[in-house]
């Protein structure tokens, strides 16, 4: 009897902290789409980026992400790799677990792959400026400047003031033979 209850608690408080989670999230990229300097950006930032990398469901889950960032941050990525996958096989609905291991594929010049988590990154949340970024990165390595400028534009319509979009839009432009009138 004492279980079931307890089980029952855990899925009801488990289901009201998660909308509190994504709703903060969309008013902060609500937040950034209206900030027109980087100052103005940069709170709002650090606040999603906290609000993402702590978007986890157990203490497992907490573990796995700061133990593949402190390996990311080592220069671990091989081992930060393994462990954001292995985050991922725990809950593939961690969108940031996502976007780690992309960021780490990327450093390791797996372009394609960290192409398929940014996208699976964006399935999850289609604003993430983070993977708009990186995959405009990517694309640029893998040499396709309209899908960089396309990534860069839709950047700059989420985070109007992105110091990368900014500079790489008007270098993507002059490549491509565009200029702006």
Known sequence: MFKPFLTLVFLVVFH??????????QSLLDDLSSAQTLSEAQPIITALWDSWTNAHQSDKEKALMFRGM???????LNE???IFGDLIAVNADFTEAWNKRATVRFMLWKFEESRDDVFEVLKREPRHFGAISGLGMINLRLGDLKGAMQSYETLRRVFPASPEAERYLPIIRQELGLTDL
Do not use: F, I, K, R
């Open 16 to 25: 009201l902290t998660q909308p509190v989670h994504a709703n903060e999230s």
């Open 70 to 76: 402190a390996a990311m941050n080592a220069g671990q």
């Open 80 to 82: 930060a790799e393994q």
